[in-house]
């Protein structure tokens, strides 16, 4: 099927055929569950900007989901989404389902050990097992030169380069930063589900980890001491319920006790039914 001169396909064989008329070429690819936002849109100009073709999937993966998970109320609009990725100048746009890509009789999971331990893999324990497996197949099916990740699922973009290193994929994972409404709300499809007065109390993420931030600028360096004042900002918050928060290494995604040059800090709380990630990372200014 053509939209405009972007191409929608559910098909492989189709993919694959367009994917090798031009073997040489360089391809961007944004892997997505639509529901597009101004972040994924970022990541689509990125790709357009760096590559000669541009991919983008639209996928909601089942298998990174658990059952007890929002699976079923998933925000979806294809039509919208094409839209908007035509806009974007996207070439193709693979839109699988789940009998393609989960076929009757497949039993075969990509696993990074160590890097899905903490953090989001602490509290949804088989969601990387999910990302990594579908990622990979979308990683064969597009062969692309560069992929682009949003930072705001930042242990996502560490798993998937580990994945990438791991199993020798050809390409160049791109972290692009994480989108913000003017509030400083992080973009995510998820928020969606909020009602206005969760929206307005799911601002405690980004005001909570900004304070992180100075606490370490202003010389803080204790883990224990920065994840207390951060947890009681979102324990401050009525309508939040906090899952998680870290100061971690950046690379390895350990908890630490004192922070170096470097750390990540992250946190997961849910507003309502809604769980919301968001994370910003910190770095030693030079004097
Ligand atoms: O970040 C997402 O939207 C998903 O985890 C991804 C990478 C598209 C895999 O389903």
Redesign the pocket.
Known sequence: MKAGDMIVTSSIPELRQWRWQQPAASYGFV???GYLHEGHLSLARRARAENEFVVV?I?V?PT?FAPTEDLSSYPRDLERDLALLRGEGVDLVFAPDDALMYPPGFQTYVTVEQATQGLEGASRPMHFRG?TT??AKLFNLVQPTRAY??QK?YQ?SVVVRQMVADLNFNLEVVVCPTVREADGLAMSSRNKYLTPPQRQAATVLSRTLRHGLVLLDEGERNGRTLRAAMQGMIEAEPLARLDYISVAHPITLQELEQVGDQAVLSTAVFIGKTRLIDNMLWQVREA
């Open positions: 892997p997505t569950m999937s996928y993966n990174q990302v579908v990622v990740f949003g699922d996502q």
